[in-house]
């Protein structure tokens, strides 16, 4: 006897339209699935799992992109802001692979064959091989930034859980649709023997996903009386999403974000002149191309003083708006902003004392050519000396002839970028890259009275996970969003965590038990069904052949 073609509809036909880019009229006998469509269909819920990852990296990374975007400036010459970008593609990746994915657990519902059409399958495989090339590139050039992913497990796994939870929930109806099949036909799929597999294999990813908060360790799990105080903010380069970095406009946002460390870089003009710069060469934040238009690659370094005071240093954050995100400037910011020049070590130490702040600054060698290439660091101490401000102002991090700096200006603060920089001495300052939080002691450096900062710090849920693990101060480019916080994103009581884990486990293992159970009853039920109407035609056929 012919069979049912399952829910097929004119909902269904246009589900098979979507899915297979053909509009075809409803069978009479269900159509089987082929062995090739179901790899097609393994292929796109690995697409899906793929972007959906990559949707997570590229959420994680917007922490960094800011390097990203230097990188391809130095490398293109043309600046760029590739946030909005990045997320917009990885934004259309997920939907695409997961409204595809929809389509193809509707139509399995509704009994109707995955027919994947030609242009799917080429945007399939496009899809896999961009987010390859998107995670082989990001192993290559920033291998750092696997850390970050690992660190920033910290801050989602109790959010992955629920979300895995809630996956596995809404997967159960198509899994114990496709294991019931096997008792009433042959299953268009796979045989019984994989399906079983496929079953057990269900099965206990969902237990596995039931167990992950066993290997779940969170600073943020914890009592709100055990909160630390709210680390310090160090303006990276200044307050770079309110002016141009390196500017005394930027230093003066800084000091009215709340932050009590101005963060810079410093070389030595080719005269002698300490300077602020970030860049070795000036194209990117100032306008040397129009000034000097022959010397644009030209290192930082080997302009004299009376050439980098001719060169504009503000313009260019108004053309560029480095950072994507950051508020409008008012009329009057815009015209500071356009008037910024380079500033010399000697007039921002000067300024800060006034508005007191202090100054942490990382000395960039010149080239080897340079006048000062083997005296640059006692060029740049006789600059901080001579401007006559506290030395307790000046958090010193270069490790170059340190014992020679410490002799000169005992009072001057040693900041060290590793535990073990300086072997004479405990260090009592330490600035290290945020990822390097996992390998770090906090409260036993905390007992040795040593501060930690890490560096660099842009977004909120990095910020409270920092701020949990109990650090003393964080070098930002957005000191004044991290200003207005006041509290962590989250913060979980254990036994608070404890209970969320237990009623989103038990609430989903009574939703696949229901699950399979209603499933269970509906095979039986169809089964009887068709018996029952086969012996009814039977004895109908009996009767007309008498």
């Not at 997570?56 to 391809?72: A, C, M, P, Q, R």
């Not at 400036?73 to 692979?97: C, E, K, P, Q």
């Not at 254990?494 to 884990?501: A, G, K, R, S």
């Amino acid at each position: 006897m012919a069979k049912s073609p399952g829910c097929c509809s004119v909902w269904a036909r246009c589900l098979h339209c979507l899915y297979s880019c053909h509009w075809r009229k409803c069978p009479k006998e269900r159509m089987p699935t082929s062995k090739c469509d179901c790899i097609w269909f393994g292929l796109l819920f690995l697409t899906f799992l793929l972007s959906l990852g990559w949707l997570y990296i590229g959420l994680i990374l917007l922490n960094d992109l800011h390097n990203f975007n230097e990188f391809l400036f130095n490398h293109w010459g043309h600046w760029m802001d590739w946030s909005l970008a990045f997320l917009l593609v990885i934004s259309l990746l997920v939907t695409y692979a997961s409204l595809l994915l929809l389509l193809a657990l509707l139509l399995r519902l509704c009994g109707q064959p995955l027919r994947l059409h030609s242009v799917h399958k080429v945007l399939l495989l496009f899809i896999m091989l961009l987010v390859a090339a998107g995670l082989v590139g990001l192993d290559i050039q920033w291998q750092q930034e696997w850390r970050s992913l690992r660190l920033s497990l910290q801050a989602t796994a109790p959010f992955l859980h629920i979300g895995a939870v809630a996956g596995i929930t809404l997967l159960a109806w198509p899994v114990a649709d496709t294991f019931y099949r096997i008792h009433r036909r042959a299953c268009p799929l796979l045989p019984a023997g994989p399906k079983i597999l496929l079953l057990f294999l269900f099965f206990g990813i969902a237990l596995a996903s039931y167990l992950a908060p066993l290997c779940i360790s969170s600073p943020c799990i914890m009592e709100p009386r055990d909160l630390p105080p709210k680390p310090g903010l160090v303006g990276h380069r200044g307050a770079p999403m309110l002016a141009p970095e390196n500017t005394l406009m930027s230093l003066r946002k800084t000091a009215e974000c709340g932050a009590a460390v101005f963060e810079t870089d410093v070389m030595v003009s080719s005269d002698g002149i300490p300077f602020l710069m970030h860049d070795e060469h000036l194209s990117r934040t100032t306008d040397v191309a129009s000034v000097f238009p022959t010397r644009i690659t030209t290192h930082s370094s080997d302009f004299s003083w009376a050439e980098l005071k001719r060169l504009n240093a503000g313009a260019w954050f108004l053309e560029r708006r480095p950072f994507w995100g950051a508020k409008q400037l008012s009329g009057t910011d815009r015209k500071e902003a356009e008037n910024q020049t380079v500033p010399t070590l000697e007039e921002l130490l000067k300024e800060a004392a006034v508005l007191n702040i202090s100054i942490m600054f990382d000395l960039r060698r010149p080239p080897p050519n340079h006048t000062y290439h083997d005296t640059f660091v006692n060029q740049t101490l006789e600059t901080v000396l001579s401007a006559r401000v506290p030395q307790d102002m000046v958090l010193w991090l270069p490790d170059e002839d340190r014992a020679k700096v410490q002799q000169r200006a005992p009072k001057m603060r040693q900041i060290y970028g590793q535990q073990g920089g300086n072997r004479t001495e405990r260090p009592q300052y330490l600035n290290l890259p945020y990822q390097d939080l996992p390998l770090l002691d906090i409260k036993a450096l905390h007992q040795d009275n040593v501060s930690v900062n890490l560096f660099v710090v842009n977004k909120p849920w990095l910020f409270s996970l920092l701020w949990c693990a109990g650090v003393d101060s964080v070098t930002t480019n957005d000191c004044q969003l991290l200003q207005q916080m006041h509290y962590p994103v989250w913060l979980i009581p254990p036994q608070t965590y404890l209970m969320m884990w237990i009623v989103t486990d038990c609430v989903s293992t009574l939703l696949l038990l229901w699950t399979f159970l209603l499933q269970g009853r509906c095979a039986k039920e169809k089964e009887r069904t068709g018996l029952e109407t086969a012996v009814l035609l039977t004895r109908i056929n009996n009767f007309l052949m008498e």
